[in-house]
C-alpha cells in the first residue's frame, strides 16, 4: 500500500533563516506531487505541484522554491525565512496517470519567529 | 471569483443527528469532480467523498452523502447520525477536467458536535 511521510511535524525557525522541508511517497511510482500551505483557520493554498523529475509548477510566486530530485521526494526550501512564511504545510500525492484523489501527509506546522 | 465557497464558517450539531455543511463552486468547465476532505485537530486531510460531475447519482460513503446539485452549483455534505469524533474542520474542493493538477479547496466549515 502507498504511504507518505513528511517531516519534521513542527518546526520554529528565526526570520531569515533557511528551511527544507521534505516529503516521500512509498509504494507507487511517478505520482504527482503537492505542495499546500494552509493559514490559520483558512483553507489550502497550493504552492507547487510536480509531474515527474525536476518538473515544478509554482502557483504562487513567493519566497519559497521546490524540487523533486527522485521520483518519490518532494522538497520545499527558501533561502531566507519571513514572518508571513508561518503556517501549516502539507505535502500530497495522486497517481500520476488518471483521475485520483489528493493523499495528504501529516503537515508541518512551521513558525517563523 | 472564488472556485469554491463555504459560507458556513463554524457549525454545532447535536450528537447523533444529521447536519448539512454547505458547499457551491464555480467552473466553466464540462466535467469536473468534487471532493470533500476533513480534518481532525491533528491536522492530516481524510478524504470523505468524491462526486463527478456526470455521475447521475448522488455519491454515499457509509454515513456520508453528498447532495449534488449540478444546476445550483452546489455540493452540500451530509452527514447522518453525528459522532463526537466528527469534530473537525471539513473542505470542499473541485478539480477541472482541463487542469487535474489543480485542486481548489474552499475555506472550511469548523463542525462541532456536541454530546
Known amino acids: 500500500s502507498q504511504t507518505i511521510h513528511q517531516w519534521p511535524a513542527t518546526l520554529v525557525q528565526p526570520v531569515g533563516s533557511p528551511l527544507s522541508l521534505e516529503c516521500t511517497v512509498e509504494g507507487t511510482s511517478n505520482p504527482n506531487l503537492y505542495w499546500y500551505r494552509q493559514a490559520a483557520g483558512r483553507g489550502l493554498q497550493l504552492l507547487f505541484y510536480?509531474?515527474?523529475?525536476?518538473?515544478i509548477s509554482s502557483e504562487v510566486p513567493q519566497n519559497l522554491s521546490a524540487s523533486r530530485p527522485q521520483d518519490r521526494q518532494f522538497i520545499l526550501s527558501s533561502k531566507k525565512l519571513l514572518l508571513s512564511d508561518s503556517g501549516f504545510y502539507l505535502c500530497?500525492?495522486?497517481?500520476?496517470?488518471?483521475?485520483?484523489?489528493?493523499?495528504f501527509g501529516s503537515g508541518t506546522q512551521l513558525s517563523v519567529l | 471569483a472564488q472556485k469554491i465557497t463555504q459560507t458556513q464558517p463554524g457549525m454545532f450539531v447535536q450528537e447523533k443527528e444529521a447536519v448539512t455543511l454547505d458547499c457551491t463552486y464555480d467552473?466553466?468547465?464540462?466535467?469536473?469532480?468534487l471532493f470533500w476532505y476533513k480534518q481532525p485537530s491533528s491536522g492530516e486531510m481524510i478524504f470523505l467523498i468524491y462526486?463527478?460531475?456526470?455521475?447521475?447519482q448522488n455519491a454515499t460513503e457509509g454515513r456520508y452523502s453528498l447532495n449534488f446539485q449540478k444546476a445550483r452549483k452546489s455540493a452540500n455534505l451530509v452527514i447522518s447520525a453525528s459522532q463526537l469524533g466528527d469534530s473537525a474542520m471539513y473542505f470542499c474542493?473541485?478539480?477541472?477536467?482541463?487542469?487535474?493538477?489543480?485542486?481548489?479547496f474552499g475555506s472550511g466549515t469548523k463542525l462541532n458536535v456536541k454530546p
Open positions: 510536480s509531474v515527474g523529475i525536476g518538473q
Open positions: 474542493a473541485m478539480r477541472e477536467v482541463y487542469n487535474f493538477n489543480k485542486f481548489y
Open positions: 500530497a500525492w495522486r497517481p500520476g496517470t488518471g483521475a485520483g484523489k489528493l493523499f
Open positions: 467552473t466553466s468547465d464540462p466535467s469536473y469532480g
Open positions: 462526486q463527478g460531475s456526470y455521475d447521475q
